[in-house]
């Protein structure tokens, strides 16, 4: 057995299952995307016509591609601004609670595993302008109704503050994991030596679980630059555009104008963006947070 | 040793295993067809009983429907019979029913399959720009010598939008007509009638709204909701046949006429007339509005004369609601009569079926048991959908027992000539930007009828200098 270990022939029959894998379903599609990108291919002919940069240059230029990288920067400050800390503010109260903490872990996470159409449905109802729970909440102060899915000044504030809702459970959860695994011993040292529970979370427990948090901060920015199926089930990238990110924008534009070669752009787009953004994130940010030693 | 050479052998087993797994399709496909063709064996026995047994030797055959769905249950049984008929007349077929929900189909099966060369030999199909699409490549069936064999070529109302280059590709299956849907019992209420004139139209939807009531349903979440009024009244204003022009250059969106009827639009939206918040709506809260009693009239295509029926979501109005055609305005160019009506959907076959004689057989007699006089006045009477076939009109009269529908056949009978909508006329790219950001815009206030047909007239002019 030894001896085949050390034959690198055997690590590499090891490596080939998962290699061809690893090929077939993400360096194949990729390159293959990069390759459909410079061309005019309308997603069915024979033949593939190469078009250069054309269509790079076409997104480049369009307004409304920017309207929809706009929106996508709209969803990263949303989730880096207002989920993130609010993630961490109820991990926190749900860590210290003494009672039913199953049960509001449990509630929590339920958003998280409803489909996304569901979700569109449900809050579609609490926006609707006539008997939507907002409007009933703003009319018994005597604010006249608000168009939340309608109006463009509300539409994707409406939107974002849905898919915060979808996903801060799932982070909540998993923040909760790591308040969890820190030893008990700090947290009563901290108290025996005085310190309140404001300054026991402040002081211990945040610096402890801030590699977790720049995981959820990575997550939440990956998820927000792939954001497509929320805007389709609440708006549809409407009223007039207003909503549309850069996913819709490539299913509308060129996908369901039969021009895969310009669609393949924008998912090109999307995928070097998105590398930048991460990237930028984990130089600036994350490196410094990498390990924590108790 | 041994034990290493017995973890090599493993490992190759699992990697050949999977790359078996991956490997050839054809071959695949042959050792499918084969095991098919096993099972169904006792099927086509009793089917081929008095063939010659080389051609009663079984085969399969898909037929790619959008028949899924509780409200498309009887236009389902409608395919179903034609299905068993072509089974009894083709010895040895059996045919694959592959339900999927239609815009599942137009914008991703079928397309991925046509890309792939593996379509389904029977499939549902929309006739403009799809059909024209993929007839250029090649990848459907020229049904012109098989309508001309089976002599029915002619006994369709239109072939446009599934004809490319002369030749038919597609077959639509039935027809719709747009027009007003309104409430009876609130206007036998208030003792008026159907409008005559758009001078009346005008002064009943402003006497609804004084009346508290909202005068026209509204549900512009989906862009082509709205668009089918507008497109309407832009027709009105500038011509029945302005949008076929619009393609070839010899009309522009910006041309006064046109924009009046966009104004005409804007005008009812800011005098409040549809329901407010509708950028918020979906399409299905269109018909909630109208059959709830909120809205009095409702703008939409024939098709939703269907949910006036016993056990569907109008139930209640069924004998309370009429049809009108939008009355003829002042000023306005050409046939003011003239209807919105289409025939964009049906079936379109497979150019490989083409290849196979036994195949062949089956497509013709699919062709020739679906589009018939018969399955055409079954699919208006149990599913309100129009004929895409002339039918005589004594016929369509004794069939016809709904108010409502033979209501819808009178304005069809009473508008000389009609019009498809826009997005069958205009490049995608045209398509696109009214529905997904001019019609919205407008409806929101963020642009005027005058920018939004400079707008749309730079679009059309960048796809019409691509076209060339």
Known sequence: MNKALRNPLVFILFVIPAMVLFIMFFIYPIFSSIYYSFTSWNGVSDTVKYAGLDNFKKALGDERFWVSVKNNGWFILFSVGVQVPLIVFFSLLIANVKKLKGLYKTAVFMPSIMSTAVIGILWGFIYEPNIGLFNKVLGLVGIEPVYWLSDERFAMLSILITNAWQWTGFYIVMVLAAILSIPGELDEAAAIDGATGFQRATRITLPLIVPIISVVIMLSIAGAMKAADIVIVMTKGGPAGSTEVMATYMIKYAITNFKYGYGNTIAVLIFMFTLVVTALYQLVFARRTERIEY | ?468
């Open chain 2, 1 to 468: 040793m041994r034990k290493s050479l017995t973890l090599l052998l493993s490992l190759m087993f699992v990697t050949s295993a999977l790359l078996t797994g991956c490997g050839d399709t054809k071959n695949n496909a042959a050792n499918n067809k084969g095991e098919a063709a096993a099972t169904n064996e006792a099927a086509a026995t009793t089917a081929a009983a008095t063939e010659e047994p080389v051609s009663a030797e079984p085969f399969e055959m898909t037929v790619r429907h959008t028949q899924v769905g509780a409200d498309k249950q009887k236009r389902l049984a409608i395919l179903e019979d034609v299905v068993g008929k072509v089974q009894a007349d083709v010895p040895g077929l059996t045919f694959k029913l592959d339900g999927v929900d239609s815009d599942v189909n137009r914008k991703e099966k079928l397309r991925g399959e046509m890309a792939a060369g593996n379509p389904p030999e029977i499939f549902d199909l929309f006739g403009s720009p799809d059909s024209k699409i993929y007839a250029k490549e090649g990848k459907l069936l020229d049904l012109t010598p098989i309508l001309d064999e089976l002599g029915i070529k002619d006994k369709f109302s239109n072939l446009d939008p599934f004809t490319y280059e002369g030749k038919i590709y597609g077959l639509p299956i039935g027809g719709s007509g747009e027009g007003f849907f309104y409430n009876k019992e609130y206007y036998t209420g208030k003792g008026w009638k159907a409008p005559a004139t758009f001078a009346e139209l005008e002064q009943q939807l402003a006497d609804i709204k004084a009346d508290g009531k909202v005068p026209l349903a509204g549900a512009s979440k989906a862009g082509w909701v709205p668009l089918m009024l507008a497109n309407h009244l832009w027709s009105r204003y500038a011509g029945p046949d302005v949008t076929a022009k619009f393609a070839t250059g010899e009309a522009k969106w910006n041309d006064p006429n046109v924009i009046k009827g966009l104004a005409k639009y804007k005008e009812w939206v800011d005098k409040g007339y549809f329901k407010k918040g509708e950028l918020g709506f979906e399409y299905a809260e269109y018909t909630t509005q109208f059959t709830s009693g909120e809205a009095i009239l409702m703008y939409d295509g024939t098709w939703k004369s269907s949910v006036f029926k016993a056990g569907q979501s109008g139930e209640g109005l069924i004998g309370k609601v009429g049809f009108f055609n939008i009355p003829p305005v002042d000023g306005g160019v050409g046939d003011q009569t003239a209807l919105m009506r289409d025939v964009n959907n049906g079936y379109g076959f497979s150019a490989s079926a083409g290849e196979d004689e036994r195949k062949l057989a089956a497509v013709k007699s699919f062709i020739k048991n679906m589009f018939n006089e018969e399955m055409q006045l079954r699919g208006l009477v149990e599913d309100g959908v129009l004929p895409a076939m002339k039918v005589d009109q004594a016929v369509l009269n004794k069939n016809i027992t709904d108010d409502l529908m033979s209501e819808i056949v009178a304005v069809l009978n009473s508008s000389q000539s009609s019009f498809p909508a826009f997005d069958s006329l205009v490049q995608a790219d045209v398509t696109t930007e009214i529905s997904n950001i001019q019609i919205q815009s407008l409806i929101g206030g963020q642009t005027t009828p005058e920018k939004m047909g400079d707008a749309l007239q730079k679009i059309q002019e960048e796809a019409n200098a691509a076209v060339e």
